[in-house]
């Protein structure tokens, strides 16, 4: 189908494009991630030169709304999320206060013997751990692959933990106090399960966070491991 534009002195043809293929983004009609239609499509598609097409890529280009990619064509970008500071390190409330639409994925939860994690120096009694992972979601947007790992005892909790529970706040009702985390961070290369899960190439660079969950008493409650697409999702971590 064709579209047509006015070719008025007040706004230049390629500002229009840029503004036409701006609102098809977000009315849904051009899907984040998803590539638009190519240059030629867009000139037969709108009755427009090429010269006038590029200039509206670039302007949306040069906008953050769109991106280049070297042989594949051009894409929407995925919006950037920002976590907020005052959500007591709970990735639901946080995207609840955000006013964006958090969801959770529980993609495996197992029981494991605990030496699988000796190198996290876990410390918990039992000789075997639950072991919970999850996709978490921001407005459907796959944005963190994150791994729980727990003392045997907390089994029947974990059990009744629903995909839309927040964890922290589960643990609260339960009678766990939350005192501080113990961050290590750096950054990894997606391998093929993360990168399947977080629809991102194999060896994209994603920010890794192990984290120790502890109450006042410095004992530990359970361990976190996240794997973040900080491209489109900014985690923010506060320091006392």
């Known amino acids: 189908m064709q579209e047509k534009f006015l070719d008025t002195k007040k706004e230049p043809l390629y500002i229009q494009l840029s503004n036409t293929i701006h609102n098809k983004i977000l009315s849904g009609e051009y899907k984040f991630g998803e590539k638009i239609p190519s240059e030629l499509e867009l000139v037969s598609t709108f009755e427009l030169s090429r010269v006038t097409v590029r200039k509206a890529i670039q302007d949306l280009t040069d906008k953050e709304i769109v991106e280049k990619k070297q042989g594949k064509g051009v894409f929407v970008k995925f919006p950037v999320y920002q976590e907020t500071f005052n959500a007591g390190g709970s990735f639901t409330s946080s995207g609840i206060i955000m006013n964006n639409i958090p969801t959770s994925v529980i993609i495996d939860r197992r029981v494991v013997d ?127």
Do not use: C
Request: glycine letters at 2%; a negative charge; proline letters at 2%.
């Open 114 to 240: 605990t030496k699988e994690f000796d190198n996290y120096s876990l410390n918990f009694e039992s000789k075997e751990v639950v072991e919970l992972s999850r996709i978490r979601n921001i407005d459907d947007q796959p944005v963190i692959y994150e791994v729980d790992v727990f003392d045997l005892s907390f089994s029947e909790m974990l059990d009744g933990l629903n995909e839309q529970d927040s964890l922290i706040d589960t643990l609260k009702e339960s009678g766990y106090k939350i005192n501080h985390f113990d961050n290590l961070i750096d950054v990894i290369l997606a391998e093929s399960n993360i990168s399947k899960a977080l629809n991102v190439d194999i060896g994209t660079p994603l920010l890794h966070i192990q984290q120790r969950v502890l109450d006042s008493y410095d004992t530990l409650i359970y361990f976190n491991e996240q794997f973040i697409n900080s491209d489109i999702y900014k985690a923010a971590i506060r320091s006392y």
